[in-house]
């Protein structure tokens, strides 16, 4: 059974710092693409970014809104994505959740296959 | 705002059928790039519920389909049930954005 769980979450002030961590577990990590999404409450999806498979270079797209700021990370040896997120502003507070990615790889196009339960980052001084 | 126009909301009485439209540009839909759609229950993380247009992952009804034509694609809900209540969001690639959302369909089944 895949199973995603987000850690690193809490309350955070303007301008720092915060790493999410995604553990994954059920399916063979290395193979996928691994994204990030949020939700802040009473609002939509809003895709923060995703980090390619090694057998796709590894390499990463994001958000516009998130692009310079935020870096998504994979460690494949310990099935586990990151999204480390900089200078944080309130419009950052939010769900934050992970998914498995399911990569085109004849054009790029990617859906969303399974996601974790979230978790919940808000930022406050 | 999102890129992907989504109605706000439906509803339906149990029973009946309801569909959900996104409606995108030729940069996504139009371009040809496949839509997908997820579900939302009330207080969970979304669920992918339609894939490639109009193919359901495992485990998801048959009550649930697809479709997509030209710059817009729907999605079609029969034999309404109860649980079915929940926000549905479709999403789809764009040549510069990447990755697109519709705003999002809250479904009350009256």
């Known amino acids: 059974e895949v199973q995603l769980v987000e850690s690193g979450g809490g309350l955070v002030k303007p301008g720092r710092s915060l790493r999410l961590s995604c553990t994954a577990s059920?399916?063979?990590?290395?193979?996928?693409?691994m994204s990030w999404f949020r939700q802040a409450p009473g609002k939509g999806l809003e895709w923060v970014g995703f980090i390619r498979s090694k057998a796709y270079g590894g390499t990463t797209e994001y958000a516009a809104s998130v692009k310079g700021r935020f870096t998504i990370s994979r460690d494949d040896s310990e099935s586990v994505a990151y999204l480390q997120m900089s200078s944080l502003n309130t419009d950052d507070a939010a769900v934050y959740y992970c998914?498995?990615?399911?990569?085109?790889?004849?054009?790029?196009?990617?859906?969303?296959?399974?996601w974790g339960q979230g978790t919940l980052v808000t930022v406050s001084s | 705002q999102s890129v992907l126009t989504q109605p706000p909301s439906v509803s339906g009485a149990p029973g009946q059928r309801v569909t959900i439209s996104c409606t995108g540009s030729s940069s996504n839909i139009g371009a040809g790039y496949d839509v997908h759609w997820y579900q939302q229950l009330p207080g969970t993380a979304p669920k992918l519920l339609i894939y490639?247009?109009?193919y359901r992952p495992s485990g998801v009804p048959d009550r649930f389909s697809g479709s997509k034509s030209g710059t817009s694609a729907s999605l079609a809900i029969s034999g309404l049930q109860a649980e079915d209540e929940a926000d549905y969001y479709c999403?789809?690639?764009?040549?510069?954005?990447?990755?697109?959302f519709g705003g999002g369909t809250k479904l009350t089944v009256l």
């Open positions: 998914t498995r990615t399911h990569y085109y790889d004849s054009n790029g196009e990617v859906y969303f296959q399974h």
């Open positions: 490639g247009n109009s």
């Open positions: 059920g399916f063979t990590f290395g193979d996928y693409a």
């Open positions: 999403q789809s690639y764009d040549s510069s954005l990447i990755v697109v």
